[in-house]
């Protein structure tokens, strides 16, 4: 089992402050900076465009920044946030008319390919593409939108990629977004999962530290100690 990153979406963070908030949130113990990619036309928002990414490294950020592409097309934007120093791009199958040659994109422009899944599409066509893969992102809700309730038919999803990542024999990290909180991160890593984006959990809290600490302790806590 990999080591459980915590993956602190930055869309809940507060815009005016978004460095210190950077800052503060890794300095608390989180892994990874998890970037929403949001286009008012795959989903019903309109978020960050790689500006932030760039801002963010300019800032003196080092950790890995991990952008979640809810945009179609989207090679154009990968090539962009590549540029702008992301580590881990996740694209929609649904997203792209050519996925092999989207996440061939990414490997290309030097960085780490993931494959993200929405609630209701099924893991099929990650099959063709495992070679292509570093990182499966299902999400535990609809996109689009912060805030919202985790999704508990998705739990025997991320068994099943669990199992196919393991079977592959791959260096595949399995990463769930979507209401990933205190009350639901220990069914999601039980399940299998070992890189989870919090939002929300994280940024409405005071402390952050505290909060990321009590996220790993439930996550140990629902792990068997043989698979820890």
């Given at each position: 089992?990999?080591?459980?990153?915590?993956?602190?979406?930055?869309?809940?963070?507060?815009?005016?402050?978004l460095g210190e908030?950077?800052?503060?949130?890794?300095?608390?113990?989180?892994?990874?900076?998890?970037?929403?990619?949001?286009?008012?036309h795959y989903v019903?928002?309109?978020?960050?465009?790689?500006?932030?990414?760039?801002?963010?490294?300019?800032?003196?950020?080092?950790?890995?920044?991990?952008?979640?592409?809810?945009?179609?097309?989207?090679?154009?934007?990968?090539?962009?946030?590549?540029?702008?120093?992301?580590?881990?791009?996740?694209?929609?199958?649904?997203?792209?008319?050519?996925?092999?040659?989207?996440?061939?994109?990414?490997?290309?422009?030097?960085?780490?390919?993931?494959?993200?899944?929405?609630?209701?599409?099924?893991?099929?066509?990650?099959?063709?593409?495992?070679?292509?893969?570093?990182?499966?992102?299902?999400?535990?809700?609809?996109?689009?939108?912060?805030?919202?309730?985790?999704?508990?038919?998705?739990?025997?999803?991320?068994?099943?990629?669990?199992?196919?990542?393991?079977?592959?024999?791959?260096?595949?990290?399995?990463?769930?977004?979507?209401?990933?909180?205190?009350?639901?991160?220990?069914?999601?890593?039980?399940?299998?999962?070992?890189?989870?984006?919090?939002?929300?959990?994280?940024?409405?809290?005071?402390?952050?530290?505290?909060?990321?600490?009590?996220?790993?302790?439930?996550?140990?806590?629902?792990?068997?100690?043989?698979?820890?």
């Amino acid at each position: 089992m990999k080591e459980f990153w915590i993956a602190p979406s930055i869309l809940a963070a507060n815009f005016a402050r978004l460095g210190e908030e950077a800052d503060r949130v890794l300095a608390a113990g989180a892994d990874v900076i998890h970037i929403d990619v949001m286009d008012n036309h795959y989903v019903p928002n309109l978020t960050m465009g790689p500006m932030f990414c760039k801002a963010l490294r300019a800032h003196g950020i080092t950790a890995p920044i991990d952008v979640h592409l809810m945009v179609t097309p989207v090679d154009s934007m990968i090539q962009a946030f590549a540029e702008a120093g992301a580590d881990y791009i996740s694209i929609h199958p649904d997203a792209t008319l050519h996925l092999d040659r989207s996440l061939q994109l990414i490997k290309d422009l030097g960085c780490k390919a993931g494959l993200a899944f929405n609630p209701a599409t099924g893991l099929e066509v990650s099959h063709y593409v495992l070679d292509k893969l570093d990182l499966m992102l299902l999400m535990s809700v609809n996109p689009g939108f912060g805030g919202q309730s985790f999704i508990p038919s998705v739990l025997p999803k991320i068994e099943a990629a669990r199992k196919l990542i393991d079977a592959s024999g791959r260096d595949i990290r399995l990463e769930v977004d979507g209401g990933v909180n205190l009350q639901t991160i220990g069914q999601v890593a039980a399940a299998g999962a070992d890189m989870f984006v919090a939002g929300t959990a994280i940024f409405a809290q005071a402390d952050y530290r505290a909060t990321i600490t009590a996220l790993r302790s439930t996550i140990a806590d629902a792990i068997p100690r043989h698979l820890a």
